[in-house]
């Protein structure tokens, strides 16, 4: 059964950095597209990034210059490196695997909370 | 940015009942649509892609239609298990972007 399971969470001061993870298991990462979705308290879903399996990434304009995604092959993990954090980045963050026939999150984590506030 | 709507914002339905939802891009995106629902704490789950196939697993009474720029999912019998938030997604163009979603809540 495929897990992705995201830890890195937490409350952060605007300004600040955080590196979620996202570890998989019975999927191989660097084999998949994998992505970020993000969801605000109370609101709808948002893309954040996406990786393709060339090692390209894409970034929503919302934290496009403040967000990496990346990943380590030897652990099977995929990661989302936050800087410059503001207070609408707050969110449940969720890890993905987006189905590269139809472009849709087929496999979800169950989600880190990213709270960002002084 | 493909901007997508949804409505109603709340669904009252009764157990049993059938439910409409409706989903409207803001541009045309053939039938690049999907359906998510999500449960109270849980992730979102895929349950159609390309406007009415249902992903693996999901039952039958869970249908969907439509094509370019309004789309429609039916819940044909609700059970006590699909009152949920559900949300619509479009992947005809970058950025992907969905809905603000609908709840289905108990009438």
């Known amino acids: 059964e495929v897990q992705l399971v995201e830890t890195g969470g937490g409350l952060i001061q605007p300004g600040g950095s955080l590196r979620l993870s996202c570890a998989a298991s019975?999927?191989?990462?660097?084999?998949?597209?994998m992505a970020w979705v993000r969801q605000a308290p109370g609101k709808g879903l948002e893309w954040v990034s996406v990786i393709y399996t060339d090692d390209s990434s894409y970034y929503a304009d919302s934290v496009k210059g403040r967000f990496t995604i990346s990943r380590d092959n030897s652990k099977n993990t995929l990661y989302l490196q936050m800087s410059s954090l503001r207070a609408d980045d707050t969110a449940i963050y969720y890890c993905?695997?987006?189905?590269?026939?139809?472009?849709?999150?087929?496999?979800w984590g169950q989600g880190t909370l990213v709270a960002v506030s002084s | 940015e493909i901007v997508m709507t949804q409505s109603p914002a709340t669904l009252s339905v009764s157990p049993g009942e059938r439910a409409t939802l409706s989903c409207r891009a803001s541009?045309?995106?053939?039938?690049?649509l999907a359906w998510y629902q999500q449960r109270p704490g849980q992730a979102p789950r895929l349950l159609i892609f390309?406007?009415?196939t249902r992903a693996t697993g999901i039952p039958a009474r869970f249908s969907g239609s439509g094509s370019g720029t309004e789309f429609t999912l039916t819940i044909s019998s609700l059970q006590s298990e699909d009152f949920a938030v559900y949300h619509c997604q479009q992947y005809n163009n970058w950025p992907l972007t969905f809905g603000p979603g609908t709840k289905v809540d108990i009438k």
């Open positions: 993905a695997r987006l189905y590269s026939s139809a472009l849709t999150f087929d496999y």
């Open positions: 019975d999927i191989t990462v660097s084999n998949n597209y």
């Open positions: 390309g406007a009415s």
């Open positions: 541009q045309n995106v053939n039938t690049n």
